[in-house]
């Protein structure tokens, strides 16, 4: 079969003017991108239409190196369910280079379930992850010339300050710098660093933002740091919101693109799930649901990551109403969850299969937690034998789930189509289903200890001095009715990425708060996750290249 972007290149794309039609978007209301990628204007959100079409979340178990295919499954749901007659649009986050470039690669779907034009998407797409950079190296630059200033000094305890440069690529060595080097006109020496784009508390924040006005006071509320007499200073001290808020104008509108069989696709927004929200934009998700009857969307990694924040911050700041949920698993990522090698997973093994069970019983018991019956999409690769293929069916229905096969990764929307029937069953059976796992006026330990133990299954949670001191110093700003937004490893339910299937008896260790006023939500940091990651050994951009005609090859 062909590569993934063999397939997206001989697909012959619509012009996009068609694609926006489909959803009554006339040609002259389009901020056209060319011929195939377009942004579309605010105005035609509709709370009212939002209120009434059908939201549908993808979420997925554990993520393996074997990969899920949780994209793959969204787009041939979304194709599927135009084929059986529901208007549809299914609405992604954008791709950070980071991983394209790294050891994930890109993340436009694969097979015959992609979003195109692909290369443009994982590459620089509309710019919107250069303008969110932008806003917030700008903020960084005013921060520094403020210390610097003579006049006009706010007086900022360099010491406090923790907001850090970003990039969007993986760069190690950039995680840990000194700025300010170089003689008293170069700046103040201290300690900073870089993040990578997509943990930027811009991005976080532009993707909860209901419009432009919205996202300039939010830009306003970020926490820069404290005086040396201990006053908070904000975003909004240094006016900085309004230049900010400038560089985004563009970005704040959702763009619209297609899939391979023409199925109209809104990506915008990108946070990772592991260490922010790590879903699309609140804008993106509302638009979905204004021009179509159906929205598929999908959170980042797996359900106790990216489905939670979905629903415990996302739904409650955006007032969404979710109608179905379905769970991706793979046979082969079940048994990796068993304890079966990843060079045997394309073996029958119905012993580590079964022992897997455990990590997808987990995922199933964090939704219904929310009030939702999951449908469990068993993404099928080659490999999967019948005997495997029955057995996880068989123990989906013990779990009381419907289940469904999905073959949209050969297939397309057909191989979706039982999937897609399934899942307009549970949507018709889940009219107000959805419940937040906490309220936003708990204390914030009660709302980590709620989170650490019903969806990681943790029996503790310990935190270190320095937290507990970040705790009190958040509430003392009148800020403890914030959301959380824990960040962890997303290889393990625990917070230790060795930890395979489904841990038990573990302590969850938070090490630091950080606090992202802006975006609505603290930011407990669990484990040694990082916020900038770095390139593997063999780093994907070795084999991606160009040629004469500007075809580009190796994107996967």
Request: hydrophobic share 40%.
């Amino acid at each position: 079969m062909k590569s993934d972007i063999e397939i997206a290149q001989s697909n012959k794309m619509k012009p996009i003017v068609e694609i926006a039609e489909k959803l009554g978007i006339p040609q002259d209301e389009l901020e056209l991108y060319g011929k195939y990628k377009a942004k579309i204007p605010l105005r035609f959100i509709d709370e009212e239409k939002v209120k009434k079409s059908k939201l549908i979340l993808v979420t997925a178990i554990t993520p393996t190196p074997a990969g899920e295919g949780k994209t793959t499954t969204s787009i041939g749901l979304a194709q599927a369910l135009n084929l059986i007659g529901k208007k549809t649009t299914v609405v992604l986050r954008e791709p950070s280079l980071g991983p394209v470039f790294g050891i994930k690669g890109g993340a436009a779907g694969g097979g015959y379930s992609q979003v195109v034009p692909m290369e443009d998407i994982n590459l620089h797409f509309t710019g919107d992850l250069s303008a969110v950079e932008k806003a917030h190296n700008l903020l960084a630059a005013l921060i520094d010339n403020n210390i610097q200033l003579k006049e006009g000094n706010l007086g900022i305890d360099p010491r406090t300050i923790e907001w850090k440069r970003v990039m969007d690529m993986n760069e190690r060595s950039l995680r840990d710098i000194i700025i300010g080097l170089g003689g008293a006109k170069e700046g103040v020496p201290r300690e900073s660093g870089f993040n990578i784009t997509a943990a930027s508390e811009v991005m976080a924040t532009l993707c909860v933002s209901k419009d432009l006005m919205d996202l300039k006071q939010r830009l306003g509320n970020i926490f820069v740091g404290y005086t040396y007499d201990d006053k908070p200073i904000y975003a909004r001290d240094l006016k900085a919101q309004g230049a900010m808020t400038a560089l985004l104008k563009d970005a704040i509108m959702p763009n619209l693109v297609q899939t391979l069989e023409g199925t109209p696709a809104i990506i915008h927004g990108g946070p990772f799930a592991n260490i922010a929200q790590g879903t699309n934009t609140t804008i993106a998700t509302k638009m979905g649901l204004s021009l179509s009857e159906y929205v598929v969307t999908e959170a980042g990694f797996a359900s106790e990551l990216g489905a939670e924040k979905f629903f415990d911050i996302k739904s409650q700041y955006g007032d969404l109403k979710t109608n179905a949920v379905v769970i991706v698993a793979t046979i082969r990522a079940l048994k990796y969850h068993g304890g079966a090698k990843l060079s045997s997973l394309k073996n029958e093994d119905l012993v580590s299969l079964e022992k897997g069970f455990e990590n997808l019983d987990k995922h199933i018991e964090n939704m219904k937690y929310f009030g939702f019956r999951p449908v469990i999409a068993i993404n099928r690769f080659d490999t999967d034998t019948t005997a495997e293929i029955e057995l996880l069916t068989k123990h989906c229905q013990t779990q009381n789930v419907v289940v469904a096969l999905n073959e949209s990764w050969g297939k397309g929307g057909e191989g979706a189509v039982e999937l897609a029937q399934k899942v307009v069953e549970a949507v018709n059976n889940c009219t107000d289903c959805f419940r937040p796992l906490y309220e936003l006026s708990w204390s914030f330990e009660k709302k980590i200890e709620t989170i650490c133990t019903k969806m990681y299954g943790a029996d503790h949670v310990e935190y270190t001095v320095k937290a507990k001191q970040q705790l009190e110093k958040i509430e003392k700003l009148g800020l403890g009715n914030l959301a959380v937004c824990i960040a962890k490893t997303q290889k393990s339910l625990s917070d230790d990425q060795y930890k395979k299937g489904r841990p038990r008896g573990f302590t969850v260790k938070i090490r630091e708060i950080e606090l992202s006023s802006g975006a609505g939500f603290i930011v407990p940091i669990a484990g040694t996750i990082m916020r900038m990651p770095g390139l593997p050994t063999k780093p994907a951009a070795e084999i991606i290249d160009i040629d004469e005609n500007g075809v580009i090859t190796g994107l996967f």
